[in-house]
């Protein structure tokens, strides 16, 4: 009981005069970002369209709103709302003004058009979700939560499951059908992302000692390792992401070191994985990779990469352009608002409104496939989307899929108004959540569910079918946990211990 304390200054930490001081720091670091986007964005600028700049300036300032409310204390939570808004930085504002191959395809006006549609929907969305998060909610009468201590040792256990499960795939492992597998990984998947979002967040507010940071750092780098050794480094990146945002928000400070390490690692991995992906997906010597294979696969990874830059390094010297499509892709992938383009410009003169289509398979995905052998796929939806616009045939999109993201679907199915049922729709679901999840302590089932949806704020190209399923899927599994492994605390027996001035100041102090 004595962890969960804090509880009893939460109702003063949460005042939005103590969050703002708390948040000082972060502001400060706000200003800062915003002023090294500026300066990218003028780097990377590439067109004199001055309706293309300022749609990428209007949806700029619908993305940084969020964030800035957040991190001034005006909005109350975890930033769940914000780092979704974030990343329409990425995928709609910066691909405007940096000659994406896709968007050039595009008329000035059509930029403009769809940078409105962004922000508007940006905007609404924010109204909505700060009407939840500018004030602090009363104390809920309980909550169910880990013990601190058994809670470090579940989420520690998790993180080793998790890279023993990379081995086992990577491996080649299998002992489990598919139905069976499909529903272990996706268990392991929302496990991990709770145990590094928690680990990183108490490792950032000091609460472990240093043995237990050493293991908890190892065990990440391990799970990043095993992960990235499958040649897809998007789980690595996502898991990185996740690490150091909860890091942040416990530390307040940027991990600005680690950063850069990891990033430059990513980044060289990246150059190389063509060639890797050649050689063991689609090539003669496509084999499984076992733990102790992992140096050398390393190695020969690095090679190729190393290769590739000093390719890139002499067609450079030698007066040839060094982008090459690879690199151009790992700049451009991100985008997502080509994809909304299309959708306005096709939407209604040539193809039809969906009218609902890509939502009505969501009460499909809830059943689990080792029940329902014949279960559509998670991303159903989108290659619904692909095929009606003509981006792929049905048999294509059993090797290749592309992203929507949810604006961009909700859109082609029922235009503008669809963009602000879902600018509602969300403002309101993640404002409900991190106002749900205020009071309670990062180790209860409130909180980590707000973490849940934070791993999927970040996953800008799903759509609506492949977000319900992950979500639904996750939390699925926390209500057992919440039910096996958790108790049931109550504000008032917390109230009620401990009420010196002693006790009252150490909980303020691990708080602040």
Known sequence: MNSHLTLVLQSLLNHPIVVRQQRRQLLQAFWIIVTVLFLFELYTLQTRSLASIAGAILIAIAALV??????????????IFPLFALTYLWTHAIPLVSNHPKVILYSPQEHLFA?????????????????????????????????????????????????????????GWFFLDGGLFSLIRSAILGLNVLAVFTLSFNAGVGKYSKRMNRLFFALLALYMMTSAASLLLVGATSIFLIATVAFILGSRRMPVLPIIIVVICLSLLHYGKAEMRAKYWFGSQNRFVQPWEYPGWYAEWVGYSLEYYKNQRASSQSGASPQSEERASFLQRSSVIHILLLAQRKTPTTVPYLQGKTYMILPQLIVPRFLNPNKIRSHEGTYILNIHYDLQTREATFTTTIGWGLLAESYANFGLLGCAGLAIFLGAFYGKATSWSLHTPLISSRSLFSVLLMSCAFQTEWSAGVYFAALFQATMVLVVINFVFMKVYKIKDCLDIKRDNKSLNHSSQEWS
């Open 115 to 171: 940078s409105v549609t962004v922000a508007g929907f940006l905007g609404l969305a924010t109204l909505i979700w700060f009407n939840f998060v500018k004030t602090s909610p009363p104390l809920p009468p309980a909550y169910r939560a880990f013990n601190e201590q058994s809670g470090n040792k579940f989420f520690l256990s998790v993180l080793a499951a998790g890279v023993l499960f990379n081995m086992y795939s990577l491996g």
């Open 66 to 79: 969020p964030a800035y409310l957040w991190c001034s204390g005006k909005a109350l939570g975890l930033p």
